[in-house]
């Protein structure tokens, strides 16, 4: 899906050596990066440009590796920054005023004038998960270490239905993705390395809690029984084709000013 700034595809009236950084918490070959890959190098063509210069940072599922990685981004000069979560965007924008910075997407929207992307509504998705959902006992998976999952949940917290309880699981490392007691209701607050992990949190929970509600669809994807499982969110591959779009407008000469300001992810529910 494509807004119609993505549909003018690369001419040759392009910058020198354009160079695109992509700075991520997980691993490198995810479903969202191979999607923003395939639109910047494919459809706008970037691959076929000689000069062309594209590389990720990975962090490797560890954030404290996160930052370094921003650094090492930005002591290559780019044309660009491109951010997989808004950790990886306020890393960057430590190091940076002034490289244009786009946030393929992310809990949160930064405030800097280089900086814009997408948001996934981390917070109005997790209340809406909250009170739609009919369990009374509802365990909460979240990333302790990951500021903005830490707000999330805090704000979820606060705002509890009567009649209702939060069980907080605290996973910070993929490692410890593994068996859970029986639940009555199970969701997930998004980042980054939770993404790049949905099939392993749905094995933990897969057929072991009465009702179950997601961020993204990649989650219900992975599991066997999906009678219980329902999808509330954001469609990440396709806001990463969107950020590609930002990032080819960028390398043909716009600067941040002139694109849009944060918006919200792609919308998607089942």
């Given at each position: 899906?494509?807004?119609?700034?993505?549909?003018?595809?690369?001419?040759?009236?392009?910058?020198?050596?354009?160079?695109?950084?992509?700075?991520?918490?997980?691993?490198?070959?995810?479903?969202?990066?191979?999607?923003?890959?395939?639109?910047?190098?494919?459809?706008?063509?970037?691959?076929?440009?000689a000069?062309?210069?594209?590389?990720?940072?990975?962090?490797?599922?560890?954030?404290?590796?996160?930052?370094a990685q921003?650094?090492?981004?930005?002591?290559?000069?780019?044309?660009?920054?491109?951010?997989?979560?808004?950790?990886?965007?306020?890393?960057?924008?430590?190091?940076?005023?002034?490289?244009?910075?786009?946030?393929?997407?992310?809990?949160?929207?930064?405030?800097?004038?280089?900086?814009?992307?997408?948001?996934?509504?981390?917070?109005?998705?997790?209340?809406?998960?909250?009170?739609?959902?009919?369990?009374?006992?509802?365990?909460?998976?979240y990333?302790?270490?990951?500021?903005?999952?830490?707000?999330?949940?805090?704000?979820?917290n606060?705002?509890?239905?009567?009649?209702?309880?939060?069980?907080?699981?605290?996973?910070?490392?993929?490692?410890?993705?593994?068996?859970?007691?029986?639940?009555?209701?199970?969701?997930?607050?998004?980042?980054?390395?939770y993404?790049?992990?949905?099939?392993?949190?749905?094995?933990?929970?897969?057929?072991?809690?009465?009702?179950?509600?997601?961020?993204?669809?990649?989650?219900?994807?992975?599991?066997?029984?999906k009678?219980?499982?329902?999808?509330?969110?954001?469609?990440?591959?396709?806001?990463?084709?969107?950020?590609?779009?930002?990032?080819?407008?960028?390398?043909?000469?716009?600067?941040?000013?002139?694109?849009?300001?944060?918006?919200?992810?792609?919308?998607?529910?089942?």
């Amino acid at each position: 899906m494509r807004n119609e700034h993505d549909k003018s595809k690369m001419h040759k009236a392009t910058v020198v050596a354009p160079v695109v950084r992509l700075v991520t918490p997980t691993l490198r070959n995810t479903k969202s990066i191979a999607a923003f890959e395939d639109e910047l190098l494919n459809y706008f063509g970037w691959q076929n440009v000689a000069d062309f210069d594209y590389d990720v940072y990975s962090a490797r599922n560890n954030n404290g590796r996160l930052k370094a990685q921003a650094k090492n981004a930005f002591d290559d000069s780019p044309t660009v920054i491109v951010t997989c979560g808004s950790q990886a965007t306020l890393f960057a924008m430590g190091f940076t005023t002034t490289i244009p910075i786009i946030q393929a997407a992310g809990g949160q929207a930064p405030s800097a004038p280089n900086v814009t992307g997408f948001t996934i509504n981390a917070e109005s998705t997790a209340l809406d998960h909250l009170n739609t959902m009919t369990a009374t006992a509802i365990t909460v998976l979240y990333d302790d270490t990951n500021p903005p999952s830490v707000a999330v949940f805090n704000k979820l917290n606060a705002n509890v239905p009567m009649g209702k309880t939060l069980k907080p699981l605290k996973i910070s490392d993929p490692k410890k993705f593994g068996p859970q007691p029986a639940m009555d209701g199970f969701m997930v607050i998004p980042n980054a390395m939770y993404y790049s992990h949905s099939a392993a949190i749905a094995a933990m929970v897969d057929g072991n809690a009465n009702e179950i509600y997601y961020p993204e669809r990649e989650y219900k994807n992975a599991h066997r029984k999906k009678n219980n499982v329902s999808v509330h969110g954001h469609h990440i591959q396709n806001t990463f084709r969107q950020a590609a779009g930002y990032v080819n407008r960028i390398l043909l000469g716009a600067t941040i000013a002139q694109l849009p300001s944060f918006d919200n992810a792609v919308n998607d529910g089942d």
